[in-house]
Structures are given as structure tokens and as C-alpha cells.
């Protein structure tokens, strides 16, 4: 029993190594988590040179940031929150996921000025839905923006921990 469970520990392990789990909101309410898969070992993602324009300082790396979207009008209050996740590439450029009424929209944010770090951002989902958003980072790990989807909805968006 006691050489079974390290083989079980070690299964789990493999098992999991490949993918990272994210949690999203249901147009419901109820919280989803989703994988992502993530480069089979041995990939090299390359990362940007430190050296490019807008580069973050040298050596360092992504941060993951939870995206939270406030209801700002009435079409909106019917989703409630919507809930997502922002990886700052630290060069300027991000990625991002947002699940919006039963559709994962997938997109980048761009910043459009350096001085006050303001950036717009895009996505779009499978079933045609898209949004769109403009926000300024206080932080590389915290932020604030508005966004407006396809269907007329707005939110304010708050990304990081706040």
C-alpha cells in the first residue's frame, strides 16, 4: 500500500503538469474552472528581449492579474459580475480570457502611451461576441478600465488585486 501511493502521487503529477487551471464566472453566478493547456515539455516560448521598446525592466517576468467587470448599465446588471484573466507580458503587451454569456473571448491589450500607461484592448469569442476595452495600470499588477461587449453591455474593469 505504501509503494502504491508515491506511483499515485507521481501519476497526479504527470497528469497535471501539462495545463494550469483558471476560474471564471457562469453567466449565473457559479464559478467555472477551466484548463488551459500549456507547451508539451521541452517547448521554449520565447519571451520578447528586454531590450525592446517598451520592455519591461531586464529579467522580468509575466504576471497573471485577476480582470474583474463591474455592471455599468442596465444590459450589463443581467450578466452581473464578469470575471477573467490578464497576463501582462510586462512588454507593453498583454493576453487575455474573459467568459461572457457562455463564451470564452480571447484577446490582447496593448499600451498606447508609456507616461501614463493607459492601453486598449480587444477580444473575441467562438459564437461571434467581442469586446472591447480602454484602461490605464496604476502598477504593473493593478489597473483600472471600461469596457464595452458587442450586445451594447458596458462594465468598469479592475484588474490585479485591489
Request: glycine residues 12%.
Amino acid at each position: 500500500m505504501r509503494t502504491i501511493r508515491p506511483v499515485m502521487m507521481a501519476a497526479v503529477a504527470a497528469t497535471l503538469s501539462g495545463c494550469y487551471v483558471v476560474p471564471v464566472q457562469s453567466p449565473d453566478g457559479r464559478v467555472i474552472y477551466e484548463h488551459y493547456p500549456l507547451p508539451p515539455a521541452g517547448v521554449v516560448v520565447p519571451m520578447p528581449p528586454a531590450a525592446a521598446p517598451g520592455a519591461g525592466p531586464a529579467g522580468s517576468m509575466p504576471a497573471v492579474l485577476s480582470a474583474r467587470l463591474y455592471p455599468v448599465n442596465e444590459l450589463a446588471t443581467q450578466t452581473g459580475i464578469v470575471t477573467g484573466v490578464v497576463t501582462n507580458l510586462m512588454t507593453g503587451k498583454g493576453r487575455f480570457t474573459v467568459n461572457y454569456l457562455g463564451d470564452v473571448l480571447v484577446g490582447e491589450a496593448t499600451r498606447v502611451s508609456n507616461e501614463d500607461r493607459r492601453g486598449v484592448a480587444s477580444a473575441f469569442g467562438t459564437k461571434g461576441t467581442f469586446m472591447s476595452c480602454e484602461y490605464q495600470m496604476t502598477t504593473p499588477y493593478q489597473g483600472t478600465g471600461d469596457c464595452t461587449f458587442s450586445n451594447g453591455a458596458t462594465y468598469k474593469l479592475h484588474l490585479g488585486e485591489h
